[in-house]
């Protein structure tokens, strides 16, 4: 048996640690545009669209920190990163380094990850499924 063999039963915990960690990470920009914190982000009411952004970033940011409706939830957020790379990154310029928009497409793709891996660990997902068995 190789390391890399003796790492797999640790998968799921490794999937709960990049789903929390960026779900932390995600829920620091939705606070920071409703609340001000951990720094303030524009000043005064937000528009409309960015009001979304920031409820779906906090609300959401707490469900995936939970491991609560993953998958959905990862899906709506990963519409919702692409969709602001394209309105706000993309038309500062091509390259993603150059825009700013690195952070939507990481976030992006690893939502979208999560859309098919799940939670993983430690998530009231899998507390759920294993109490309906």
Same mark, same amino acid.
């Given at each position: 048996?190789?390391?890399?063999?003796? =790492?797999? $039963? +640790?998968?799921?915990? %490794?999937?709960?640690?990049?789903? !929390?960690?960026?779900a #932390? &990470?995600? /829920?620091?920009?939705?606070?920071?545009?409703?609340?001000?914190?951990?720094?303030?982000?524009?000043g005064?009411? =937000?528009? $409309? +669209?960015?009001?979304? %952004?920031?409820?779906?970033?906090? !609300?959401?940011?707490? #469900? &995936?920190? /939970?491991?609560?409706?993953t998958?959905?939830?990862?899906?709506?957020?990963?519409?919702?990163?692409?969709?602001?790379?394209?309105?706000?990154?993309?038309?500062?310029?091509?390259?993603?380094?150059?825009?700013?928009?690195?952070?939507? /497409?990481?976030?992006?793709?690893?939502?979208?990850?999560?859309?098919?891996?799940?939670?993983?660990?430690?998530?009231?997902?899998?507390?759920?499924s294993?109490?309906?068995?």
């Amino acid at each position: 048996m190789t390391f890399f063999d003796r =790492l797999s $039963p +640790l998968q799921p915990y %490794a999937l709960a640690a990049l789903r !929390i960690i960026t779900a #932390l &990470l995600f /829920i620091e920009h939705g606070t920071m545009k409703l609340f001000g914190f951990p720094a303030a982000m524009g000043g005064g009411s =937000l528009p $409309p +669209l960015l009001l979304v %952004a920031a409820l779906l970033e906090t !609300i959401g940011g707490v #469900l &995936l920190l /939970i491991g609560f409706l993953t998958r959905p939830v990862a899906f709506l957020l990963s519409g919702e990163m692409a969709v602001a790379y394209f309105m706000a990154h993309a038309p500062k310029g091509f390259y993603p380094a150059m825009n700013g928009g690195e952070g939507a /497409i990481l976030f992006c793709f690893i939502f979208l990850f999560l859309v098919f891996a799940g939670a993983g660990a430690l998530s009231l997902d899998s507390r759920l499924s294993a109490t309906r068995r």
